[in-house]
């Protein structure tokens, strides 16, 4: 090192140890908060983390070489209290480390610059260490690669002179499969015309806990706070937004924990994302990361223009619109009118529900003077009957405007408007269905032919019992293959549930609705419950085990025994567990994402899962009909053209309406597909009427697909309904403001948010 620094250069050395010193929780409000397990004193919630699985090097490790006038700068703000800092051009350090990935972290502000990044020799990157901000923000993710061959490598950072740089740590990941953040694309299977696909291709940024498409060209992924690789003002970020066809993500800020947060889209195409977990120090989150209490937060999602683009910001205004009551793993419908129904849930982080935290309780948004509410919760006998149980409730709004309710080993059908519950059969065999037993379901397509009659499907779960305490359940207690339907009419329900079995068992699958009538069922463990850390025979702190890498599909046509069929389906190499996703997007293929059984990012096994797989039908891979021309928005009974391309003239051709859900641990909340009455079709043009009223298809956003011989057009997008705002009640919102407060359960108001059960 050189002993004879330059005089600029001691004083950005001044100026760096000031900073440190200065840098306080007034400069950075939104990323300060954080407070390490095992402390009380608050820090700056930075990108920096050694995941488990990953090791850390501090600048001054022996393993590090520096080439050219570096100097360290000492202060108690830095991870291993020093820094190495250089401002002279051509200065490097290099690094030789064995593993697939590494991330370089260093402090930023005006003073800092550019750099250029080698790996083995080759120009990997040119990074900007520049930041606008005076104060020094610490502990930065400056460059990171994860998609590394296994093996040994040469990291190399040369400094370009046009600022300073630093370096504060070096972590490497090393796992002996592709890493779980690579962006590269990697086909699974390539198979016959015949056949289905599956790709690896981009990275969701965030652990994918929560997904929904928002338009024809983006989805938006949210995870609980923690060390995502994804950085966004000086933190990691823990929501994203996912360009489906450049598979581009772009961080997103939110303001509060969204731990387990439930979701839906309104009649005017805004999208709620509704409660999650409180400012906690340990248990189910890492640490106290975010800056509020997310237990009785609304936040507010505006639709984005499908001009590719989208741009979106996530709002809240937690002293205006807030939720009555806390909570988490709650599950959220929009009904017949359009607005959403918030169901259930637990006050508080903990594992299994039980009657201390239950929160049996509906509510609406915006908020309903109904049965004496005046905004406040709606008791649920259902919801106090079905604990333990009982969390995330699988929840399908009925062509009647009443609202099909599963949870634990039982089902109702509940009437919002008349707050009456009508209890079916219990769901067959003692298979619980609901977290952490968590099973999948979905409302079977709706057509005209049969007057719209409603029919569900429920499948996967466990038998476990819900009254065993942790230590008496394994990650290795069998999953259930049951799948359980049933119609709801009078005569179907009298004839109860209809029994099939899927090829293998699965807990936390994932069912989705395909153009073309079928279900593809994806995802899911052979054994275990949901969450982490609560069992024996944990896999890692997994509760579950023996991922099920297979897809099935079912054909609700077929006769009973022969529905089920994986004939020509490629097998993932990626366990896809708790915290996982999948869906339908717009160009009918299904994006799988997601699974995260940890406490916070980990790189063990099962660790946390950031790769993007697409599943192909074969449709995908030939010529496909086209919607060339629509008006963007489908009016009850109302009749209305679209201009299409067909392949062949005398072809059958059907037209149906898909919700495409929001989706999170195996909810696929609002999910549905509605056959639209074809009247006429001539030449290009072809009419018809949309559906008969929002009890079919409540009012809000769908995709359209043409769907030709069995072959889905890519969907459009198109508003159910005149697109206005769902009914506002004035005297019902300024109610649940004065009755309740702003992040009233949070933990230092001295309140019932505050975690102190078991992990998730």
């Known amino acids: 090192?050189?002993?004879?620094?330059?005089?600029?250069?001691?004083?950005?050395?001044?100026?760096?140890?000031?900073?440190?010193?200065?840098?306080?929780?007034?400069?950075?409000?939104?990323?300060?908060?954080?407070?390490?397990?095992?402390?009380?004193?608050?820090?700056?919630?930075?990108?920096?983390?050694?995941?488990?699985?990953?090791?850390?090097?501090?600048?001054?490790?022996?393993?590090?070489?520096?080439?050219?006038?570096?100097?360290?700068?000492?202060?108690?703000?830095?991870?291993?209290?020093?820094?190495?800092?250089?401002?002279?051009?051509?200065?490097?350090?290099?690094?030789?480390?064995?593993?697939?990935?590494?991330?370089?972290?260093?402090?930023?502000?005006?003073?800092?610059?550019?750099?250029?990044?080698?790996?083995?020799?080759?120009?990997?990157?040119?990074?900007?260490?520049?930041?606008?901000?005076?104060?020094?923000?610490?502990?930065?993710?400056?460059?990171?690669?994860?998609?590394l061959q296994p093996g040994f490598h040469r990291l190399v950072i040369e400094n370009s002179g046009e600022g300073c740089i630093d370096l504060n740590d070096i972590v490497v990941t090393r796992v002996e499969q592709p890493s779980r953040h690579a962006l590269r694309r990697q086909f699974h299977r390539r198979s016959s015309a015949s056949d289905w696909t599956l790709e690896v291709d981009g990275s969701t940024g965030v652990n994918a806990m929560q997904l929904a498409v928002i338009s024809e060209t983006h989805a938006i992924v949210i995870d609980k706070v923690e060390h995502n690789p994804l950085t966004i003002n000086g933190h990691p970020a823990w929501a994203s937004l996912f360009e489906l066809k450049t598979r581009q993500v772009t961080p997103l800020e939110m303001q509060s924990n969204s731990f387990c947060a439930g979701g839906s889209f309104l009649s005017n195409g805004t999208l709620i994302n509704v409660g999650g977990n409180p400012v906690v120090a340990d248990h189910t989150s890492a640490a106290d990361f975010g800056d509020k209490d997310g237990l009785q937060a609304i936040r507010i999602i505006e639709p984005c223009d499908d001009d590719g683009h989208c741009s979106i910001r996530i709002s809240e205004f937690h002293d205006s619109v807030r939720m009555?009551?806390?909570?988490?793993?709650?599950?959220?419908?929009?009904?017949?009118?359009?607005?959403?129904?918030?169901?259930?849930?637990?006050?508080?982080?903990?594992?299994?529900?039980?009657?201390?935290?239950?929160?049996?309780?509906?509510?609406?948004?915006?908020?309903?003077?109904?049965?004496?509410?005046?905004?406040?919760?709606?008791?649920?006998?259902?919801?106090?009957?079905?604990?333990?149980?009982?969390?995330?409730?699988?929840?399908?709004?009925?062509?009647?405007?009443?609202?099909?309710?599963?949870?634990?080993?039982?089902?109702?059908?509940?009437?919002w408007k008349t707050d009456t519950e009508e209890r079916l059969p219990p769901i067959p065999n003692g298979v619980r269905v609901t977290y952490p037993m968590t099973g999948t379901g979905l409302l079977l397509p709706l057509s005209s032919g049969n007057n719209y009659t409603p029919e569900v499907l429920l499948c996967g779960g466990s038998t476990v019992d819900d009254k065993k305490p942790g230590s008496q359940i394994s990650s290795q207690d069998p999953a259930s293959s049951q799948c359980s339907r049933m119609v709801l009419t009078k005569e179907g329900i009298q004839?109860?549930?209809?029994?099939?079995?899927?090829?293998?068992?699965?807990?936390?699958?994932?069912?989705?609705?395909?153009?073309?009538?079928?279900?593809?069922?994806?995802?899911?463990?052979?054994?275990?419950?949901?969450?982490?850390?609560?069992?024996?025979?944990?896999?890692?702190?997994?509760?579950?085990?023996?991922?099920?890498?297979?897809?099935?599909?079912?054909?609700?046509?077929?006769?009973?025994?022969?529905?089920?069929n994986s004939q020509g389906m490629p097998s993932s190499s990626i366990p896809r567990l708790y915290h996982s996703v999948a869906t339908l997007t717009p160009d009918a293929s299904i994006m799988i994402a997601g699974s995260n059984p940890n406490l916070d990012r980990s790189e063990i096994e099962y660790g946390t899962e950031y790769r993007v797989e697409w599943l192909s039908p074969p449709y995908m891979r030939g010529a496909r009909p086209e919607i060339r021309k629509h008006k963007g928005n489908v009016g009850f009974k109302e009749t209305s053209s679209i201009d299409v391309n067909r392949l062949k003239s005398d072809s059958d051709l059907k037209l149906v309406l898909m919700d495409l859900g929001f989706v999170t641990h195996s909810v696929h909340s609002n999910s549905r597909m509605v056959y639209l009455d074809i009247h006429r079709i001539s030449g290009n043009t072809l009419s018809f009427e949309g559906p008969p009223s929002g009890g079919v298809y409540p009012p809000g956003p769908a995709f359209m697909f043409l769907v030709e011989d069995g072959v889905p057009?890519?969907?459009?997008?198109?508003?159910?309904?005149?697109?206005?705002?769902?009914?506002?009640?004035?005297?019902?919102i300024e109610n649940v403001l004065k009755s309740t407060q702003p992040d009233q359960y949070e933990k230092s108001k001295g309140n019932q948010g505050s975690n102190d059960d078991d992990s998730e």
Request: a neutral charge; charged letters at 15%; proline letters at 8%.
């Open 1 to 147: 090192m050189n002993p004879r620094p330059s005089r600029s250069f001691l004083l950005f050395l001044i100026c760096v140890v000031l900073n440190t010193v200065l840098c306080t929780a007034a400069d950075e409000p939104a990323w300060n908060g954080h407070t390490p397990p095992g402390s009380n004193t608050p820090k700056p919630f930075t990108p920096y983390y050694v995941a488990p699985g990953a090791k850390g090097y501090s600048s001054s490790s022996p393993f590090i070489q520096y080439k050219g006038d570096w100097q360290i700068v000492y202060s108690p703000n830095f991870n291993h209290k020093a820094v190495h800092c250089t401002c002279q051009k051509q200065a490097i350090f290099s690094f030789s480390f064995n593993g697939t990935g590494v991330e370089w972290f260093g402090n930023c502000d005006k003073r800092h610059g550019t750099a250029s990044v080698y790996i083995d020799k080759n120009l990997a990157g040119v990074v900007n260490t520049y930041c606008n901000t005076t104060s020094l923000r610490l502990n930065q993710r400056q460059f990171s690669t994860f998609s």
């Open 324 to 415: 009555a009551s806390p909570r988490w793993y709650n599950t959220v419908l929009r009904i017949d009118d359009g607005s959403a129904m918030i169901i259930g849930g637990s006050k508080k982080g903990g594992w299994i529900n039980n009657d201390t935290v239950n929160n049996p309780t509906y509510e609406y948004y915006p908020p309903k003077d109904i049965h004496g509410s005046n905004g406040m919760p709606i008791n649920s006998p259902f919801l106090k009957d079905t604990l333990n149980s009982n969390l995330f409730p699988i929840a399908f709004s009925l062509p009647d405007g009443r609202v099909f309710l599963a949870a634990n080993n039982d089902a109702m059908i509940y009437d």
């Open 495 to 564: 004839a109860g549930w209809e029994v099939d079995h899927m090829p293998d068992a699965r807990l936390m699958p994932d069912a989705v609705l395909l153009p073309t009538g079928q279900i593809i069922i994806v995802n899911g463990a052979g054994s275990g419950i949901s969450g982490y850390g609560n069992v024996v025979n944990q896999v890692g702190v997994s509760n579950a085990a023996n991922p099920v890498l297979t897809p099935v599909l079912y054909n609700l046509s077929a006769d009973l025994g022969s529905r089920f």
């Open 713 to 732: 057009s890519e969907g459009v997008k198109v508003m159910v309904g005149d697109g206005n705002s769902p009914e506002v009640n004035q005297k019902a």
